[in-house]
């Protein structure tokens, strides 16, 4: 039997899934911009299984990756707590095959684009693009049944280096942070920068931050739903706490507004695009082979510089937390800030 449900993305946009259950017979379903489209897709395809004319796959003849990609980020990706660089990947894929039909997508396609990502990227970010690409089709051959078999599963990951720790140097910190207060056309970058220096805050956490969840008098800042599902406090503390304030001249009204909005006209309800900015501020501070990220581990090495210990890191980073180990938020402020003192001096 075939049923029709509306569907709404978070952006508002509305999409209707027909879903087709006979006894007997695998569950199909596909998504569609128009009801009339679903319904008729219902209709023909219900028949077909009825009367033993549809065939196991048949949508892999139909469908291409593009297709897949629109239901895939409404039905997966935006319940990700951070789909940024996944939502690169797949932009990727669709620029090189999202023409191509399902069935007709094989592993020697994929490895030709994963060469050319080679010739600009890294093998460990190479990788990262196949994994997205993987769980594309994975979605594909086992949620929508689309698709025979996922041709991701017989390609070889490259071989990657072994781990590394960059943090910055005193030098380089200085250089940094007086790049960041040069970049006047992205002034957000001098909050940003020693947010993630002070308190070790994710890429994403950073950017998804709103007004509402920063408590000047208390000075702390709430994260709501991290990449770990918890909640948990962050003390503000030194230069971070300045800058915030300084930043908070210009704030709106709305309290639920992100602190670091789209540069985009009409489209602040979006994060700020960090990239071209990272490489402005990259360039002027002479630094090569660093990412935003390592800003993570240069929090967690100047904590434990400065006397912070595994769990003390751990609970402030929001990593390795034991349910029944959670620091207080006076100890945290008063780790967080001895480490700010050491590294900015008790003046900042």
Known sequence: MATIEQRRSKSGATSWRAKIRIRGNKPL?????????????????ESSILTGKHFKHSESKRLTLNNVIAPYCEDILEQLKDSFTRVQHLNYWGKEIGGVILADIHVSQILECRARLQR?????????????????????TKERQWLESNP????????????RTRILSDEERTN??????????????????????????????????????????????????????????????????????????????NGTALVFPSKVEGNQSNIFHLDHAWRLVMHEAGLEGFRFHDLRHTAASYLAMNGAGLLEIGDILGQMVQRYSHLTDSHKQATVTRMSNAIFGESA
Not at 31 to 43: E, G, I, M, N
Not at 152 to 163: N, S, V
């Open 120 to 140: 600009a990227l890294s093998n460990s970010t190479a990788n990262r693009y196949v994994a997205t690409l993987s769980a594309l089709l994975s979605y594909a």
């Open 152 to 163: 991701c599963l017989h390609i070889k990951k490259l071989k990657e280096p072994k781990g």
């Open 29 to 45: 379903s596909a998504s569609f911009k128009r009801r009339c489209d679903a319904k008729q897709w219902a209709t023909q395809t």
């Open 176 to 253: 940094l942070l007086q790049a960041c207060a040069n970049c006047k056309k992205y002034s957000e970058m001098k909050p940003i920068v020693l947010l993630a220096i002070t308190t070790g805050m994710r890429r994403g956490e950073i950017l998804k931050l709103r007004w509402e969840d920063i408590n000047f008098t208390s000075q702390r800042l709430v994260l709501w739903d991290t990449k770990n599902g918890e909640n948990r406090t962050v003390p503000l503390v030194g230069p971070a706490l300045n800058a915030l304030r300084e930043w908070s001249k210009i704030r709106p009204l």
